[in-house]
């Protein structure tokens, strides 16, 4: 019989945390590339085995948080243990501030994701095309703080939540299993509460209470300071699920200031707080991802069915541009967020979003609450907050001015109003395509004929010139009675079988 000794196991590689020692440097533009040949970015698969591109990896991703943090010291930023005179050798959540938080009138705090570590906004920029600073909360720094009057700056810390007593920090639920272990065949790290837990933030649920709580009761910032949140991923569904509550609002409602959701899934059907909902309508923005230009809106605050995606926010929600993954959408939607924030700032109380209805997939239509188009009625029964909430103000086409008649068209309190003059026997011209892209199209190579009784309306919306009331484009797709017969065809199938 054979008997292996623990000694006889492999030894856990180790991997100095120094992007020189690792082979690594930054170039003149800010980006991390290979000693070896500087045309490529950082190598993940090392060897064949596993464990030795962890252990690597852990080691790199070491070497870019001193240079995240070396830079963000450069910046002034302090460093706050969570909970609040937590000594920093005890189990502690380390948050990030500005000098100016005490003094500033209006504070950005920014949540990341569950998995990235504090002050990484995407692994996959820093060590690839972007680098560094684009890719962490560095250049997001740089963005806020590059104003006449800067507001306050928060970096919480959702992400390294498990305390490693080795390493004295807290660490990604990634990074818990590329610690080094005993050898380099052991399965993982035995969690054990009592030592790897901190007390008020064992979840990001907590954490994300304990960073409002530190914020409002702590004294971290002035007593009248209003509250720029920005929310990622998961991150951003607890964030909406702690505000989501009567107690919680009527303490933090009045100072909250808007609130972007980037990549969240938190729907508004779950809204039971009524100021929140309000809130979320009038002074919410979300951002996905999404095939249109950045910035360019795909959904009103009750939704839009005919999108491709998760739309229901409650809030007006945007592209995300090129982003492809979440950890991307703040590095890709960073200015248009960071725009939107500013405005909202300047307006102050008075500012309001323009509440719009998008129907389609290329966010051309625009459909009024209560109407029914071939795919049923729009969703607005459990968004909405009865009439005060039905009427549409300052409604606007989301692709601009041009309706394809030469003209405006715009709404006001619920009314349409048009101020283009249709002929009555306008016809297509010559060479054009009638071939409708999606639920509403309108291009300059397109003229849109109207019918004796109607006028074109915006964005491909025909507009009944008797009651002025817009119908979804039907150029392509079912219609009602299509759809019964089709449903009517497979019940006798399925009964004949």
């Not at 998995?115 to 909360?137: K, P, T």
Request: hydrophobic share 35%.
């Amino acid at each position: 019989m054979f008997r292996r000794r623990w000694s006889g196991l492999p030894a856990d590689p180790i991997f100095a945390s120094d992007l020189k020692e690792l082979g690594y440097f930054i170039n003149d533009i800010d980006e991390i590339r290979s000693i070896e040949d500087p045309d490529y970015y950082f190598k993940y698969f090392l060897t064949k085995n596993e464990r030795w591109n962890e252990r690597q990896r852990f080691a790199f991703n070491e070497a870019v948080r001193k240079e995240i943090h070396k830079r963000l010291d450069a910046h002034n930023f302090t460093t706050i243990p969570l909970p609040l005179g937590t000594p920093p050798t005890q189990p502690h959540v380390p948050i990030r501030t500005t000098p100016n938080l005490a003094g500033a009138s209006r504070v950005v705090v920014f949540f990341h994701e569950s998995s990235q570590s504090l002050g990484v906004l995407a692994h996959r920029v820093i060590g690839g095309r972007g680098g560094v600073a684009r890719g962490s909360a560095v250049g997001l720094a740089d963005a806020v703080m590059g104003k006449t009057s800067p507001p306050g700056f928060v970096l919480a810390n959702a992400g390294e939540l498990w305390w490693w007593p080795e390493g004295a920090r807290g660490l990604t639920p990634v990074q818990r299993h590329r610690v080094p272990m005993a050898s380099a065949v052991h399965l993982g790290r035995y969690h054990d509460p009592k030592v790897n837990e901190v007390p008020g933030h064992r979840t990001v649920a907590e954490h994300v209470r304990a960073v409002f709580e530190a914020l409002m009761d702590g004294g971290l910032v002035n007593g009248d300071a209003k509250l720029d949140v920005i929310a990622v991923g998961d991150t951003a569904d607890e964030v909406e699920r702690y505000l989501n509550d009567d107690k919680v609002w009527g303490k933090i409602g009045g100072r909250m200031g808007c609130l972007a959701i980037l990549g969240g899934y938190y729907s508004s059907k779950e809204f039971k707080c009524e100021g929140f909902k309000r809130f979320m309508r009038e002074r919410g923005r979300a951002y996905m991802i999404h095939h249109t230009p950045l910035d360019n809106p795909i959904a009103g605050p009750n939704g839009n069915p005919g999108a491709a995606g998760f739309t229901s926010f409650g809030c007006p929600v945007f592209s995300a541009g090129k982003a492809q993954v979440t950890e991307t959408i703040p590095v890709e939607a960073q200015s248009a967020v960071l725009k939107w924030m500013q405005q909202v700032a300047m307006e102050g109380e008075a500012y309001k979003n323009d509440i719009i209805d998008i129907f389609g997939e290329d966010g051309g239509g625009i459909v009024t609450e209560g109407n029914s188009s071939w795919w049923g009625a729009p969703q607005a029964d459990s968004n909405n907050d009865g009439e005060a909430e039905g009427q549409a103000k300052n409604t606007k086409v989301a692709d601009g001015k041009d309706d394809g008649t030469g003209g405006e068209s715009h709404t006001e309190n619920g009314k349409v109003n048009q101020t283009t003059q249709v002929k009555k026997d306008a016809a297509p011209a010559k060479g054009t395509s009638n071939k409708a892209t999606g639920p509403s199209t309108s291009t300059d190579s397109k003229v849109v004929p109207a019918k004796e009784n109607d006028v074109a309306g915006v964005g491909g919306v025909n507009i009944h010139s008797d009651d002025k009331t817009p119908f979804p484009p039907t150029s392509e797709g079912p219609n009602a009675e299509d759809m019964k017969e089709l449903v009517t065809e497979m019940k006798d199938l399925t009964a004949t079988h």
